[in-house]
């Protein structure tokens, strides 16, 4: 059922009131409903009771959690994901409205607005032996996929403009496609062993337990630089395509984006396969399979790549002189 044009409204103000700082009401059980104040009365996570004989001047609004009325409520009831149990003395000036939640109305209610709820179907669980085919789950990873590959993007554009010195250091390496390779390989096996290993070490040295506290932060480091080495390798993809080298090209917004959609295509294809019906599931897995082995290649000589340029400084590989150049400069 769709909402009403006048409870919209109400919704839009009441989200207002909630951003100014004005809903303050997410207060103990002790407040007294007789008073008359200017704001919302707000549970986050929690169940809100309006008994018999109380009044509440205010909107309610419950996110997460069941609102009991059985009171008087002089304007709207609005619950996000919960439950709306309207007594036999509850009297509700406003409206009720309920988004992907059940609404409980005894028939003595008074309610002088409208009802409204929204139901959010939930996932139809098509479970069968081996993949799931044709249920919810192909929705889902796609829609995870989109969400992934989004995030991935705004990361390496950010990159390519924010730090394009460093990019260019990875796609130096990056251009050496076996070494790159082996050493995103060798990292990638060794990784969760030495996370383990510097795990335990911290925890039994004396510093262990303050130097834990950084350990996030070294981790969300190591990711921002996987996705530089990604965003490398996806700029020289788009450099290549349109005939640029890697030594006389500067990271360039239009070769990431061409190199991001070279790496992502297939990934997307698979997981649009995947949604049709059953006779082409094992197409989908064929297609899908190929679209995460491109992508862990990108992944593996980004990673390497990005190692490299750590290790070894950001300073620009520059290519040997020819031989010949000596002999005419002499």
């Known amino acids: 059922m769709f909402v009403h044009e006048g409870v919209t409204r109400r919704l839009i103000l009441t989200f207002i009131v909630l951003l100014a700082g004005q809903a303050a009401y997410a207060q103990p059980g002790d407040w007294s409903y007789g008073d008359r104040r200017e704001g919302v009365h707000l549970r986050v996570l929690r169940d809100y009771t309006l008994p018999a004989g109380a009044t509440a001047h205010e909107p309610i609004v419950v996110l997460g959690g069941t609102a009991t009325i059985d009171g008087t409520a002089e304007g709207d ?160 993809i788009g450099a290549g395509l349109r005939g640029r080298s890697v030594e006389s090209s500067r990271p360039h917004v239009l070769d990431l984006l061409i190199g991001f959609a070279v790496i992502s295509v297939v990934t997307l294809v698979a997981q649009s396969v995947a949604l049709a019906p059953e006779s082409l599931g094992s197409v989908a897995w064929a297609v899908r399979a190929a679209g995460w082995l491109i992508e862990w290649l990108a992944w593996t000589i980004g990673l390497g790549a990005a190692l490299m340029a750590l290790l070894g400084g950001r300073q620009a590989i520059t290519p040997p002189p020819l031989p010949f150049a000596h002999a005419a400069t002499r």
């Open 77 to 236: 009831v609005v619950v996000f994901g919960g439950t709306v149990r309207v007594g036999p003395t509850a009297v509700i000036r406003g409206d009720v409205v309920s988004m992907g939640g059940t609404t409980i109305v005894d028939p003595a209610a008074r309610i002088s607005g409208r009802v409204d709820e929204t139901s959010i179907i939930g996932p139809d669980f098509d479970v069968a032996i081996g993949p799931l085919i044709g249920g919810w789950w192909p929705a889902f990873a796609f829609g995870a996929t989109l969400l992934r590959l989004f995030v991935v993007l705004i990361v390496a554009l950010l990159l390519t403009v924010v730090a394009p010195t460093w990019i260019q250091s990875i796609r130096m390496r990056a251009s050496s496609t076996l070494l790159s390779a082996g050493v995103g390989v060798a990292s990638e096996v060794l990784f969760v062993p030495a996370v383990v290993a510097v795990t335990i070490a911290l925890v039994v040295s004396v510093i262990g337990i303050l130097a834990l506290l950084v350990f996030p932060f070294l981790m969300g480091a190591g990711a921002l630089m996987w996705v530089a080495g990604f965003t490398a390798v996806a700029i020289n």
